[in-house]
């Protein structure tokens, strides 16, 4: 008989019973996330049911925005409405500059790529009220003058979109500094998803003797389509919960005024319209039941952007399926 | 090692006729991955339309060496080439030269089968032509015909060229990367063990694949496999430790090595 180095059955013992504590502090763990948004959706459906009850599925639809007691009449549209746009701009911006800095790089010299990295990362760490503080005392100033003013000028008439009397407190720059915002987040993840290509799908593009952009289009787009779609709904879930930044910029208009009929124009986000007027509503009135409403379906729009995303990223990987060498 | 040396040069003047054309050689080539010195001072000449077996023991520079004919180097970061590549007489470290049009020229098939996996079949086959700009769908047609029939492959996948290339089989792959090697037309084909992941049918159908390619195409390839390098080459270079120890026809270095370590080497005695 070999010699023996451990005692089988007693390392079979204390084997299960820690699989045991192991299996049961995950679940745990799991549940503890569940019962956290589980415990959120109900405490605002509960708190907002009085503007639900009043309104209907009008407060989805209407666009009345008024809190004067006796006259109460809430409407949410405008605010998902400008959330949507905003993000929307923010992410058709943000996206390809953000991959532009992830290939740039990855194709740089490690020495320079590296820092320029972590500098691109470190917009992440500025505060979102030191982007407002910015976006309102500088670039907006300078955004009004130089790029607005003159589109307004020669496309006023013509296009709408430039159609608005340019102010700098507006759909247009709430969006780019929200782009900003979430440049940090797109550009991190899809240079690491790109970076994750094998060499030899890079090589193999090389070897047929693609430029260093067709190596892009033909090894490492297609490869890591699915990881790049999943960055930029991160950044777009980022850019429709922003609060701060865009509160500063936006305008902040209420009722059919904040319905833009330009990117010049003046509008309001969910997140910017409760974090304007929380502190002045009044508890006996409806105001409240009908932020924190406004709360419920920026948590709606949220989890569907999440839920949407991964639904595409799992049918991508269908696509995909197969082993990858 | 000056003997090893005199040998070499030796060899290459004189084991084939004067009116021999060599497609490719390269004069002192020395390679440094950081401060390794991987490739040593290598000089070496391939016939066109032959093929040129590089063998020797994992990590005698081999691969490092073929990756150079491509300039695959200008993309591992902290590798250095010295010495020059000539092509058809034309210097391809010469600073003049683009990497990328010289790429189109040198075609190379990898250790590993690489096709790319959202790709089908055909898409595989006419990446690289598309590249060159063809865009004609019966010109296309055709490329993939020739192409998989060199490869030997369009047999097994004439009826399923739509289907993702991930869906074959590992020498199906290795096949599949041959024909779009094939595709953009190379002078010279580069050949990274192209067996060393397949089982003996596939390898044969691929040393099969080579022999009918070395009518057309100067051929190098680096193989693990001593048998393969007796069955499908013509020249024979003997690789150790980055330095080259002897070249010359396949026969005469696997039958009367002129250096004993050759001679070991072939014997089976290490590797």
Known sequence: M??????????????LLSDKIFKFAAAAAGAYVLAVILIIVLQLGIESMPIWEEEGIGFITGTDWNPVPGRESFGAFPYILGTLITSAIALAIGFPLSIGIAMLVMIIPKKIGQPLG?????????????????????????????????????????????????????IMTASIILAIMIIPTISSISREVMMAVPQQQREAAYMLGSTTFEMFRMAIFPYSKTGLLGASMLGLGRAVGETMAVTMLIGNTTGLRAIPQSLFDSSQTMPSIIANEFIEASPVSLHPAALVGIGLILLAVGLS???AAHFLVARMVKVNEGPIH | MSTVMTDRSATITTIDKPQTRYKMRTENIN??????????????AFPEKSVTALIGP??????????????????????????RVLLDGADLYDKRIDPIYHRRKVGMVFQKPNPFPTMSIYDNVVAGVKLNGVRNKDILDEI?????????????????????AMEL????????CIARALAIQPEVLLMDEPASALDPIATQKIEETIEELKKDYCIIIVTHNMQQ????????GFMYLGKLVEHGKTKQVFERPVDKLTAKYVQGQFG
Request: glycine letters at 8%; aromatic letters at 12%.
């Open chain 1, 2 to 15: 070999a010699k023996q180095w451990f005692k089988r059955d007693e390392k079979e013992k204390k084997s």
């Open chain 1, 118 to 170: 972590y500098l691109v990362e470190l917009i992440e760490a500025v505060p979102s009220v030191v982007f407002g503080l910015w976006g309102l005392f500088v670039f907006r100033i300078y955004f009004r003058d130089l790029v607005e003013k003159p589109l307004h000028d020669m496309f006023g008439d013509s296009i709408f979109l430039f159609g608005g009397t340019p102010f700098g407190l507006d």
């Open chain 1, 305 to 307: 952007i999440n839920v």
């Open chain 2, 31 to 44: 390679i440094y991955y950081g401060k390794t010195h991987a490739v040593q001072d290598l000089t070496l």
């Open chain 2, 58 to 83: 994992s990590g005698c520079g081999k691969t490092t060496y073929l990756r150079c004919l491509n300039r695959m180097h200008d993309m591992t970061p902290d590798a250095k080439v010295e010495g």
């Open chain 2, 144 to 164: 993939v015909e020739d192409c998989l029939n060199m490869a030997y492959l369009w047999e097994e996948v004439k009826d399923i060229l739509k289907k993702p």
């Open chain 2, 169 to 176: 089989s590992g020498g199906q792959q290795q096949r599949l």
């Open chain 2, 229 to 236: 390098a007796v069955r499908c080459s013509d020249y024979t």
